[in-house]
């Protein structure tokens, strides 16, 4: 059972977690082309809600550049126009701009989602943008210049205000309709010039646009690895967990009998072994026991075998709750248990002993709606100084705990 719990976890590890396919591969984190965004909608949110506050803070930067570029431009504006109205009309239209603009800094501030949120940022832009055609209509005399200036506030659309794809090249795409419009609307461009124009207007949105792409695509991946190395270490972490409860499984069979929960043959001898060494080296006194339940037989005859069974379990319950913490218990076989009782001389051992074969006497056992009473036979010997065999204490034991069951049984016989 523990060997195909194993094997499970193995095939977990390896093809749930180390093999898992790149996100370029792996539908689940696929990301749309054209937009640069994850086709799951989940996966987007949690792109987006991870990366708001640091949007945010690239937004409000790139706000603040805007806002201080239109104010630096009415110095221009002044020296041509003067004190005039068309300097004036350029002046609220700049100053309104920049109300707007700072009025989404501070919103942004205040709610950092707000800067993941396409709709807001591109509002803005269109406002702005509308607005900054009356450059052309009030300064005729520097077109070609306010032109570049077009080319360039496209590129900024999409390449320096952080903004997602979907929302960012629909403004582009109106700057460069509305701004070739008004040209022609001012007689500036005939038909063939208005065509001419959007083309080379395509530039900067074809060179924005993949710029962005770019960019997008490549944080998208870096998170969905991200994502994916938590998961892995994740699994990681949950099969490291479930090999340590395997392996304790398999150390608690090896080392317990699996009906009373005590050390078993094995693990027992092992530790007396290790108390028996302890002793010789240190000139310990060190004592142990042998205790078999009176007419158990009886109990399975009567009662059947999962009585007996129950009876077993409760007895090795006993003996955890009566002997000593420091004390080694074991199940020696059938109805005898074992009991190595360190740094204790025989007198001790008896009152120790005692104490438990009083309690078990004393102490009826439940099976079902019936109660049976147990006693027990204690054979208890300590080393003496000549012995250095374990298996001379056992014998040593046993022969007590005949001749306790001679002397009439339920009793501790000292040997």
């Known amino acids: 059972m523990l060997s195909r719990q194993m094997q499970k976890g193995f095939r977990c590890l390896m093809w749930g977690g180390a093999l898992s396919a790149p996100p370029e591969k792996n539908h689940e984190w696929s990301i749309k082309p054209w937009w640069g965004e994850f086709r799951d909608r989940d996966h987007e949110r949690a792109f987006l809600g991870q990366h708001a506050t640091l949007v945010a803070g690239q937004l409000q930067l790139a706000l603040l550049v805007w806002a201080v570029l239109l104010l630096i431009f009415a110095i221009p504006d002044y020296l041509a126009l003067g004190a005039s ?3 004036y009309k350029l002046l609220m239209m700049r100053l309104f701009s920049v109300a707007i603009i700072l009025g989404l800094f501070i919103a942004v501030g205040v709610n950092s ?40 506030m496209i590129l900024g659309v999409l390449a320096l205000v952080p903004n997602r794809l979907m929302t960012a090249v629909p403004v582009a795409f109106y700057m460069a309709v509305l701004t070739a419009a008004v040209l ?17 207007f395509c530039l900067p949105i074809g060179i924005g ?44 069979q090896a080392t317990t009998d699996a009906l009373t929960g005590l050390n078993n043959r094995h693990q027992y001898e092992h530790l007396f072994a290790h108390e028996l060494s302890r002793s010789l080296r240190q000139q310990q006194p060190m004592s142990l026991a042998i205790i078999d339940l009176d007419h158990f037989k009886q109990v399975n ?72 009473q147990v006693t027990a036979t204690m054979g208890v010997i300590t080393r003496q100084a000549n012995e250095t065999s374990l ?11 005949y001749k306790g069951k001679a002397a009439g049984r339920n009793r501790v016989m000292p040997g």
């Not at 022609?184 to 080379?200: A, Q, S, T």
């Open 209 to 252: 646009w993949a710029g962005a792409l770019r960019a997008n695509v490549l944080q998208r991946k870096q998170f969905a690895l991200f994502q994916q190395s938590q998961q892995l270490n994740t699994e990681l972490i949950r099969e490291i967990e479930m090999r340590k409860r395997l392996q304790e499984q398999l150390q608690h």
């Open 85 to 87: 109205a068309d300097f």
């Open 301 to 372: 005859d009567t009662w059947g075998h999962s009585a007996g069974d129950e009876v077993l379990r409760k007895v090795a319950q006993l003996c955890r709750d009566n002997f000593r913490e420091v004390d080694i218990l074991g199940r020696l076989g059938g109805e005898e248990f074992v009991v190595m009782l360190p740094d204790t001389a025989l007198e001790q051992a008896i009152a120790v002993g005692q104490r438990f074969i009083d309690k078990l006497a004393a102490t009826p056992i439940d099976i079902g709606s019936q109660q049976i």
């Open 184 to 200: 022609m609307y001012l007689g500036r461009l005939d038909p063939r010039e208005f065509i001419g124009l959007l083309v080379v």
């Open 391 to 401: 298996e001379g204490l056992i014998k040593r034991a046993d022969e007590a705990l």
């Open 113 to 152: 989602l707000l800067a993941i949120k396409g709709r807001w940022i591109s509002l803005v832009e269109v406002v702005a943008i509308t607005l900054f055609m009356l450059v052309y209509l009030y300064r005729p005399d520097i077109v070609s210049w306010t032109i570049t200036v077009s080319l360039l």
